[in-house]
Structures are given as structure tokens and as C-alpha cells.
């Protein structure tokens, strides 16, 4: 089973989960996650498979399976049966150099991906 096979897989069942509705975190790295136990996992998860998912930034396309370290993750979670989550992380370099607005951006273009019609509504 190839890595882009389990991932389109995932992604399709994200999809279906998520009613076209997401919650989304953006956090710095550091931040404890222990009153976020769906959360936690998820990083956990994300972390113990760096070698195999090759994740990379999506600012700068930095591959966490090789040099880059996580500065901030993106989370994005089913506002309806939230179960599964999608972790996006972007690097030190780049959560400490790029304006916010530019982090912004480049989280909207993570979220367009796994919701192409969906909208943002300011929390
Ligand atoms: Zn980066």
C-alpha cells in the first residue's frame, strides 16, 4: 500500500466526516495539548509517522522527515462528529520569520485542499 494511496484514503474519509464544516487551531508548537486529548493524539500520531508520511511545510516545503522542525500545527477538526483530525505543521523558520497574515494565507490554502467549497467562518 503506497503512502499517496493511504492518504487520498484518509482524506476522502475526512472529507466525508467533516460535513464540509471544520474547527480549526493554529498553535505553536510548544503549547501543552493535555486538555485537547483529540488533539494530543493526533500530534502523537503525526509525529510517530514522520518517516513514513514525509510531511513537509507548507510555506516553504521543508520535510519534516528530514531537517525541519515543527514551529506551529495546524489542526483541523469535523464540526460534526469530530473523531478525525488533520494535522499540518509549519516550521521554526518559518512560524518565526513570516508575517502572520502570510501563515494565514498558507493555512487557508491547507484547508482549501481538504474542503474546496468551503467557506471560513470567524469563530
Ligand atoms: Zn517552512
Not at 77 to 98: K, N
Amino acid at each position: 500500500m503506497s503512502n499517496r494511496g493511504q492518504r487520498r484514503r484518509d482524506l476522502a474519509e475526512f472529507r466525508k466526516a467533516s460535513h464540509l464544516s471544520l474547527l480549526t487551531y493554529l498553535v505553536a508548537a510548544h503549547t501543552p495539548l493535555d486538555d485537547h486529548p483529540l488533539l494530543r493524539n493526533a500530534l502523537a500520531f503525526w509525529r510517530g509517522n514522520i518517516r513514513q508520511r514525509r510531511p513537509f511545510c507548507p510555506a516553504c516545503r521543508a520535510s519534516f522527515a528530514d531537517d525541519a522542525e515543527p514551529g506551529a500545527f495546524l489542526f483541523a477538526v469535523p464540526a460534526v462528529a469530530p473523531t478525525s483530525v488533520t494535522v499540518s505543521g509549519f516550521c521554526t523558520q518559518c512560524w518565526s520569520d513570516l508575517p502572520p497574515d502570510v501563515i494565514e494565507c498558507e493555512a487557508v490554502r491547507v484547508l482549501r485542499r481538504l474542503i474546496p467549497s468551503g467557506g471560513f467562518i470567524d469563530g
